[in-house]
């Protein structure tokens, strides 16, 4: 008898380490009400884009993308004249339309893909399809793939590299479309022409101006380029460039932005250090996720003075379980709203069956409202990316 008790004992343990461990199925459970919810909400939308709506300061064109820079305000001395810099500050005058009808097809996408995920019920694929169309395809209503026309600054600047930042919202349409692009309604010849638009992206990322100029950069901004570019050259499947991206990573992004300790230097100097460091470490985390293989696993790699992602994830996590536990200044803006469900928990949690992890992001907020969070938020649903 006390055999089988002991047995019975054991067998309760394992199937709680077990249950605890899945962190993937944890993740299910939480998220699947909202994301059903959310794709029944998307089965009512019309497409969006970027044609619905322009700037008279946009220089590009009707299927340009334009958005004009956060930090930028008119001078008060000189009130007609070129914008000023207010670093951390964001100007609510400034034109974002494009940028909110990208978030919102982001949204479209990524709540799709995520139920039919769950489900395998085409109709969600249909539905992404129209909307998918409209962006890529449609000529009426399709974006040029480019950025060149990106947070502009009036009276200095008709698009900046810095702009590039703002298709980190195509992550998730990238990435619906691969978990979606076997299903039977998804028409090979709308597949074809998606990823010829992604492919063309990715070359104008990597020969412009603009998108070199992104790409060395030194703080978040380089850590963006690698991460949105990841997503979509595995959408391509373009090896090559995949490759180069797990070196990039492992050569200039982890020695030269992260500090031994785990904390991000050029984040810490920002007058938002709090949400450029959590923003910064989600780059980081989703770089991670993306291009690690069996053969080339970034969730191990550590350079040779210590630095590695996981080091990066022990060294913010403190402070997004207890927020009052940091030591700098309060971010100038959005102090209050930050953290949210942050994807380096649920994602570290899942690499390294973290339960603490897990289980603080459960409890944060998993679905933000505020647009500037938003913003920073490329990452809001995590299922198709597991």
């Keep these: 008898m006390k055999k089988i008790s002991l047995s019975f004992a054991f067998f309760l343990c394992m199937l709680s380490c077990f249950a605890q461990g899945n962190i993937k199925q944890q993740t299910i459970a939480v998220l699947k009400q909202q994301v059903l919810a959310e794709a029944d909400w ?6 969006i884009t970027i044609t619905a709506e322009s700037s008279p300061r946009s220089a590009g064109g009707k299927h340009d993308f334009f958005s004009e820079a956060d930090y930028f305000w008119p001078n008060p001395a000189n009130p007609d004249g070129p914008y000023i810099n207010r670093d951390g500050e964001t100007n ?6 494009h940028r909110k009808a990208m978030i919102r097809f982001s949204t479209i996408i990524g709540a799709l893909a995520s139920a039919y995920q769950l489900t395998h019920d085409e109709k969600y694929v249909k539905q992404a399809l129209i909307h998918l169309k409209a962006w890529f395809v449609n000529p009426e209503t399709l974006m040029n793939p480019n950025l060149s ?27 619906g479309v691969l978990v979606m692009e076997k299903a039977k309604s998804f028409d090979k010849q709308s597949l074809t022409t998606i990823k010829k638009w992604f492919a063309n992206y990715i070359l ?11 790409k060395t950069s030194k703080n978040n901004h380089s850590a963006c380029w690698v991460m949105q570019v990841a997503s979509f050259a595995k959408l391509c499947n373009d090896q090559s460039m995949l490759d180069s991206l797990r070196e990039r990573y492992k050569t200039v992004l982890l020695p030269n932005q992260m500090a031994t300790n785990g904390s991000f230097p050029l984040e810490l100097a920002r007058t938002k250090a709090y949400g450029y460091s959590i923003f910064n470490l989600d780059a980081f985390t989703m770089i991670c996720q993306i291009l690690s293989t069996s053969k080339d696993n970034l969730w191990k790699f550590e350079t040779e003075d210590g630095k590695s992602i996981q080091k990066g994830l022990n060294y913010l996590y403190p402070f ?6 940091w030591v700098l200044k309060p971010d100038v803006m959005f102090w209050d709203n930050w953290p949210v469900a942050q994807p380096f928990l649920v994602f570290g949690a899942n690499a390294y069956q973290n339960q603490n992890w897990f289980n603080t992001w459960k409890k944060l907020d998993l679905k933000p409202t505020n647009e500037e969070v938003i913003r920073n938020l490329p990452i809001r649903h995590p299922l198709i990316w597991m």
């Design 204 to 214: 104008w990322l990597n020969t412009s101006k603009n998108g070199v100029a992104e």
């Design 92 to 97: 609510p005058n400034n034109f974002v339309a």
């Design 42 to 47: 998307t089965m009512k939308q019309s497409p």
């Design 149 to 175: 026309f990106a947070q502009a600054v009036k009276g200095s600047s008709t698009g900046r590299s810095w702009g590039i930042i703002d298709t980190i919202h195509f992550m998730e349409v990238a990435q």
């Design 320 to 325: 997004v379980s207890d927020k009052n536990k």
